[in-house]
């Protein structure tokens, strides 16, 4: 496989999101308690998520899981295999000589400014996932999945309103 030219291509790709993947499933009750204080809940992360737990189940601590994959799924994909793919062409434009940092530093801005714009929907739908159930039941959006938060979102806000 190392010789196959379709793997050697997507190899960046496929690392960066699935790294990103695995990162998200241990990270998500971190960043649901992070949100949760973000959007006003009080106490030290620790009582935030007895509290999660407590009122809605450890379940509850990845809620918007699927939005947390998606975004890493097109983010982190996107990010990472850019940046190879930009590095890459700037040593060849270099005679193949190490990039001075500044070149460096302009890969990883255009990649991370590129993956933002691919992920910023699936963030969107995470955060508004995540934020669902600390609003009043009567303004809830009770999304099913990521599928359905992006297809609603879409349909109230147009597509504008994924960014």
Not at 26 to 46: E, Y
Not at 111 to 121: D, F, R, S, W, Y
Request: proline share 4%.
């Amino acid at each position: 496989m190392p010789d196959n030219a379709v793997w050697k291509a997507v190899k960046p790709y496929v690392n960066g999101g699935a790294s990103g993947m695995m990162a998200t499933c241990i990270i998500q009750p971190i960043d649901m308690v992070k949100v949760r204080l973000q959007l006003g809940a009080t106490g030290s992360p620790i009582t935030v998520a007895k509290d999660i737990i407590a009122k809605d189940g450890f379940g509850s601590l990845y809620k918007g899981l699927s939005a947390g994959l998606l975004r890493q799924a097109t983010y982190t994909t996107a990010r990472l295999g850019i940046f190879q793919e930009i590095t890459a062409y700037a040593k060849k434009a270099n005679n193949g000589q190490n990039l001075p940092l500044w070149q460096k530093a302009a890969c990883g801005l255009t990649a991370g400014g590129l993956g933002a714009l691919v992920g910023t929907p699936a963030d969107l739908t995470l955060i508004r996932m995540q934020a669902d159930s600390t609003l009043p039941m009567e303004q809830r959006r009770n999304y099913k999945g990521v599928g359905d938060a992006m297809l609603r979102i879409v349909r109230e806000d147009g597509i504008a309103g994924l960014f």
